[in-house]
């Protein structure tokens, strides 16, 4: 048996900290400076974190492999199980010659790249986040962004950044619901505060995502859009997770915010989205040049000319039929209580062999981390699955045919398949050992100043895991205990923990390998990484100022009980 100890070199939790860090370290650094394919880099920092559990904190080398092979299971399914049905999900309307006529459809719209990006990455991908979330949304809307037009590091990184206010609220709010049930602390509350957090943040985010796809330039011309955008979508989720409902809040949001895009498209019109998709066609020319594995994304480089057709009332039907198909089965299996209660009755649950009984978390009490929840039939990548399947019977698809499809996007998808593996054993070795929370319980030890850095433990939750959920499930307890220490409300620290988290998934490997699998950029996940870290600290920052706030001269913003 293993009970991790928080300090244990010589009983300073500072130098145990910088131990327990090394892993993290390893990974950025191989990411970010050295510029290792992703496999590799997580591959080296499982190692790291395998001797620092073992050298540091006497955790036995049998354990250590049990709870990496435990991890490394969770990162195939349910987690790459959902990415690789996603992206089959696309790829059966490319292989069908449909996406073509979904692109027409946006392209109805507006032609715009900029309202594109916003439209995509921020409305589509805030309403998949909401009723699929792990992965799916940035693998989804990443080819999507592609097959309009965009240069394959500029569709990664806008999505990227796009996937953050909506993740709080993700999966049904399943976040929100995992710290509930850990604290004890009423999720509604948590969620009402998260809603004083996050819609902040979503306030800004189109117009992020302006400047990534146009610069200054398009902050100038699309101020406006991007702000109502923004604005709307931002006072929706406040409403909803406050008033209406914390498990539909993204929902809400999100389809309040594409909306108010459509509504203001009808009596405004953005200047220069010719000039912009000009320049982003000449920049696509240059990047097919170089060296950019368009094979990950075959329907991508297959629908780049586009084509000038009619669009009848059935073709607009069938291009939109799988995103529709999957928001009703998505709503039915997460929203419709009789059949959510019975998905959950098919999940089976494996205490992992060898490692359960075995771990004990730093209060002495037996983890729960070592049971293995096999969700064959709840899991969002089986409804996509069946979505998929569905969707080929509607295209005519032969069965042959979409058994190539699933075939080849395995195949494109191998690496990444690789690398979410990798990262999830990490994250369960550095979880089980105890280095995750002894960095966690360092940090709470700031005392009155905690509530400033209390979005930090989130945001390396999130980086490590690649899951906001995971990241409550890490550090919800400690940052309630740290609160209750300091004087602070608990809950204002746990709903931190959960905001912080959000900027932090798209630095995570588990998203950065996504993302370059869906815009075939396999092995330049470190380029993306330089791309989106800076996004991700400048939030982080903007985050704990506002925290900090909340706990003292702002504290009417937050809700109480």
């Known amino acids: 048996m293993y009970t991790p100890d928080l300090a244990p070199l010589a009983g300073s939790l500072l130098w145990s900290s910088l ?13 970010g400076v ?19 559990a073992v050298l540091a904190y006497g955790m036995p080398v049998h354990l250590v492999g049990l709870s990496a092979a435990q991890g490394f299971t969770f990162g195939l399914f349910p987690i790459m199980w ?13 292989r069908s010659g449909r996406f073509e006529d979904l692109r027409l459809v946006i392209d109805a719209i507006s032609d715009d790249p900029r309202v594109q990006a916003i439209i995509i990455a921020f409305c589509f991908g805030g309403l998949l986040e909401a009723l699929a979330g792990f992965g799916a949304p940035v693998a989804i ?32 709010a399943i ?6 049930n850990l604290t004890g602390i009423d999720y ?10 996050t819609p902040l943040l979503a306030v800004f985010v189109p117009l992020f995502l302006v400047i990534l796809v146009d610069g200054r330039r398009g902050v100038r011309q699309l101020w406006p859009l991007a702000v109502v955008v923004g604005v709307v979508f931002a006072v929706a989720q406040w409403f909803s997770s406050n008033y209406l409902s914390v498990e539909l809040t993204d929902i809400v949001a999100s389809l309040a915010g594409l909306a108010a895009a459509v509504l203001m498209l009808q009596v405004w019109k953005p200047q220069g989205g010719a000039e912009a998709q000009a320049r982003m066609d000449a920049e696509r020319e240059q990047e097919d040049a170089g060296p950019v594995d368009t094979s990950g994304t075959g329907g991508a480089v297959a629908t780049l000319e586009r084509t000038q057709v009619a669009l009848t009332g059935s073709r607009v039907f069938l291009a939109l039929f799988p995103y529709l198909l999957v928001i009703v089965v998505f709503s039915l299996a997460k929203l419709w209580r009789p059949l959510t209660s019975w998905l959950a009755t098919t999940d089976v649950k494996i205490a992992w062999p060898g490692l359960d009984g075995n771990i004990f978390t730093a209060a002495g009490e037996l983890s729960s981390s070592t049971v293995y929840s096999f969700q064959w039939l709840s899991s969002p990548g089986t409804m996509l699955l069946i979505s998929g399947v569905v969707v080929a019977l509607v295209y005519r698809m032969s069965a042959a045919d979409a058994a190539d499809v699933y075939r080849r996007t395995v195949v494109k998808m191998r690496f990444a398949i690789l690398t979410v593996g990798f990262v999830l054993a990490l994250a369960y070795v550095m979880n089980q050992s105890g280095q995750t929370i002894t960095i966690g319980t360092w940090i709470a030890g700031t005392g009155a100043a905690f509530a400033f850095f209390s979005p930090i433990l989130g945001w390396i939750g999130t980086a490590v895991t690649g899951s906001d959920t995971s990241a409550n499930a890490l550090f919800a307890t400690l940052q309630q205990t740290a609160a209750q220490k300091a004087g602070i409300d608990p809950a204002l620290l746990v709903a931190a923990n959960t905001a912080g988290g ?28 330089r791309k989106v870290i800076w996004w991700s600290l400048g939030m982080l920052l903007g985050l704990c100022l506002l925290v900090g706030l909340q706990s003292t001269v702002l504290s009417w913003m937050v809700p109480t009980l």
């Open 141 to 172: 809307t990443g080819v999507m962004l592609m097959a309009v037009g965009f240069t394959a590091m500029r569709a990664a990184t806008v999505v990227l950044v796009a996937n953050t206010a909506p993740v709080a609220f993700g999966a049904i």
């Open 188 to 197: 509604q509350h948590i969620g009402a505060v998260v809603g004083h957090q």
């Open 34 to 52: 050295l510029r290792w394919k992703a496999h590799w880099a997580g591959l080296a920092a499982l190692a790291v974190a395998a001797a620092v």
């Open 175 to 180: 976040p929100i619901i995992t710290a509930g």
């Open 19 to 31: 131990a327990a860090a090394l892993p993290l370290v390893t990974i950025f650094v191989a990411l």
């Open 82 to 94: 959902i990415v690789v049905n996603a992206i089959w999900l696309y790829e059966l309307t490319v």
């Open 502 to 529: 959000v900027v932090g998934k798209m630095i995570s490997p588990q998203n950065l390998t996504i993302a370059a699998t869906a815009v075939g950029l396999v092995g330049r996940e470190s380029d993306i990484f």
